[in-house]
């Protein structure tokens, strides 16, 4: 369900797995050879800290194209002026919308793992980041509710962890991810108001999912711009 790569080894073991086919497993995995490269940037929880050391480099020596992109796209910034309190940060650019592809794949395989259910013709599946001042507002919403059933899980010392709600309908759920202890990303680095640490996957019925997305997600203040950015210390 989540790439090896984004663990260090020693918390590889007993990741969950579910049955997957092969096309839709070669697209998974070309998401997570970017992702795993990528995220670890916007991370300060140790586990990406070490991650990014040990690991990041190896694989950036084996993508120039990748490695030239994120170069070229780093901006530093001086955050506090001239003060003894300036902190710098560097911002690398992310293909949001992979992010959200990759949600999309590992919220479906969550809703089989956790409640033995399958998508089928008439249902759908969205992924998005929302910013951390909406998020909260919509955790209160949603995950305050009563549900059907609900899973809480960390994984690899807070590499990952996912929250999970099964709607009234056995197809419809919504899931929380956080990252690395919650990466930072931001569409605009010169607005740090609008940081989000937070991606959110919807299952279901057609016609929910698409009412979501024309409501909930649809709030310019809500979700990240893409392209994103990673916030690295």
């Given at each position: 369900m989540f790439a090896?790569?984004?663990f260090l080894e020693r918390h590889r073991g007993n990741l969950p797995k579910?049955?997957?086919?092969?096309?839709?497993?070669?697209k998974k995995s070309?998401?997570?050879?970017?992702l795993t490269t990528v995220l670890p940037f916007g991370a300060r929880h140790g586990v990406a800290l070490e991650n990014l050391s040990a690991s990041v480099p190896k694989r950036l020596r084996g993508n120039a194209r990748l490695h030239r992109e994120l170069a070229g796209g780093a901006v530093i910034a001086a955050?506090?002026?001239?003060?003894?309190?300036?902190?710098?940060?560097?911002?690398?650019?992310?293909?949001?919308?992979?992010?959200?592809q990759l949600f999309v794949f590992i919220a479906q395989g969550l809703l089989y793992r956790h409640w033995e259910i399958v998508l089928g013709a008439g249902d759908s599946a969205m992924a998005a980041m929302i910013t951390d001042a909406a998020a909260?507002?919509?955790?209160?919403?949603f995950f305050g509710m009563n549900a059907r059933n609900r899973v809480n899980i960390p994984l690899g010392e807070g590499t990952f962890?996912?929250?999970?709600?099964?709607?009234?309908?056995?197809?419809?759920?919504?899931?929380k991810f956080t990252i690395y202890g919650g990466v930072q990303l931001t569409g605009d680095?010169?607005?740090p108001g609008h940081t989000s640490s937070r991606v959110y996957a919807v299952t279901g019925p057609q016609a929910a999912i698409e009412h979501l997305r024309a409501t909930?997600?649809?709030?310019?203040?809500a979700t990240a711009t893409s392209p994103s950015e990673a916030i690295s210390g």
């Open positions: 090896r790569e984004f579910v049955p997957v086919c092969s096309s839709c497993n070669s070309e998401l997570e050879r970017y955050q506090g002026g001239q003060s003894a309190t300036t902190v710098r940060s560097s911002t690398v650019p992310i293909e949001s919308a992979k992010l959200e909260d507002m919509f955790d209160r919403l962890a996912y929250e999970g709600i099964q709607g009234d309908l056995p197809q419809l759920s919504l899931w680095p010169n607005a909930v997600f649809s709030r310019r203040d």
